[in-house]
């Protein structure tokens, strides 16, 4: 059974920089694609960036030149590294796997706040 688990949400103020993680248990990490989604009261989840198994970023049109994700397979993590946070980058951040034979896993979330 695999469990995803986020850190590194909090507050940070309009212009700011914060860094998530998503740390997997689990033998299937690097043969797995991961994402990061996001999600506000009464919307749907939105991917914002996803990585493939070989490393292949790809970005939503809001986190181009500002987000960028990355994977360390030996950690089993993978990361999403925010900056020029703006106050509509305020959701909560779900990490995502997508397993070798197309299985979805999600973290719990962790709440990103962007406010001066």
């Known amino acids: 059974q695999v469990q995803l688990v986020e850190s590194g949400g909090g507050l940070v103020q309009p212009g700011g920089s914060l860094r998530l993680s998503c740390a997997s248990s689990?033998?299937?990490?690097?043969?797995?694609?991961m994402g990061w989604y996001r999600q506000t009261p009464g919307k749907q989840r939105d991917l914002v960036a996803s990585?493939?198994?070989?490393?292949?970023?790809n970005y939503a049109d809001s986190a181009k030149g500002r987000f960028t994700i990355s994977r360390d397979n030996a950690k089993k993590t993978v990361y999403l590294q925010m900056n020029s946070l703006k106050p509509e980058d305020t959701a909560v951040y779900y990490c995502n796997m997508i397993s070798p034979v197309y299985r979805n896993y999600w973290g719990q979330g962790t709440q990103v706040t962007v406010s001066s």
């Open positions: 990585i493939t198994s070989g490393g292949a970023p």
């Open positions: 689990g033998d299937i990490f690097r043969l797995s694609s």
